[in-house]
């Protein structure tokens, strides 16, 4: 396996700031069943109470709640589907990054303010203020380059790393499926 290189990635940010700002595309969908397990769905149902149904967030304790249950503003992990293409540049790999939606659309804070709803094939999530960075885990999937670049200002400026977002309509989501901007709550 080998992880792109500093100018791979920086070759990247142009077609990443391409991504559409108000209505894009579903590119994967991930559940996470148990720690270090991926599995690519064809159909995935976002529910209020357990984020991704069948994933490990809502059975996960988080270090960031005063008693240890899943946080509520990090149910879903989101991640640009160019950004996950530039640092994970082999399709079979990228679901190893750790988010459940990978979309194609520009998810930089100034495009998505914390507040922001999608609506993301039936359901709708809302954009939290909750920051997303990489972790070890991710830096040993991706690679110590791409790690920098989506931590770098200009990757902190576009969340390369993506966003945390909490479900607020239940429903279905699908790779192929619209999304769309909504508003900012």
């Given at each position: 396996m080998t992880h792109?290189?500093?100018?791979?990635?920086?070759?990247?940010?142009?077609?990443?700031?391409?991504?559409?700002?108000?209505?894009?595309?579903?590119?994967?969908?991930?559940?996470?069943?148990?720690?270090?397990?991926?599995e690519v769905l064809e159909v995935g149902l976002l529910s209020v109470d357990e984020g991704l149904v069948g994933?490990?967030?809502?059975?996960r304790?988080?270090?960031?709640?005063?008693?240890?249950?899943?946080?509520p503003d990090m149910q879903l992990n989101v991640i640009n589907a160019r950004a996950a293409a530039a640092?994970?540049?082999?399709?079979?790999?990228?679901?190893l990054a750790g988010d459940q939606l990978?979309?194609?659309?520009?998810?930089?804070?100034?495009?998505l303010p914390p507040g922001t709803r999608l609506a993301v094939g039936e359901a709708v999530i809302e954009i939290t203020d909750r920051p997303h960075r990489g972790c070890a885990k991710f830096r040993r999937r991706v690679g110590a380059a791409a790690m920098r670049f989506v931590n770098s200002e200009v990757g902190r400026e576009l969340n390369l790393r993506g966003v945390n977002a909490k479900v607020v309509v239940a429903g279905t989501v699908r790779p192929g499926d619209r999304v769309a901007k909504l508003t900012v709550r």
């Open positions: 792109p290189t500093a100018t791979e990635l920086q070759t990247a940010l142009d077609p990443i700031r391409r991504s559409p700002s108000d209505a894009g595309v579903v590119a994967l969908v991930v559940r996470r069943p148990t720690v270090g397990e991926r994933d490990s967030w809502s059975t304790g988080s270090r960031h709640t005063a008693d240890g249950s899943p946080h640092v994970s540049p082999d399709p079979d790999r990228r679901a990978h979309l194609d659309l520009d998810l930089s804070t100034a495009n």
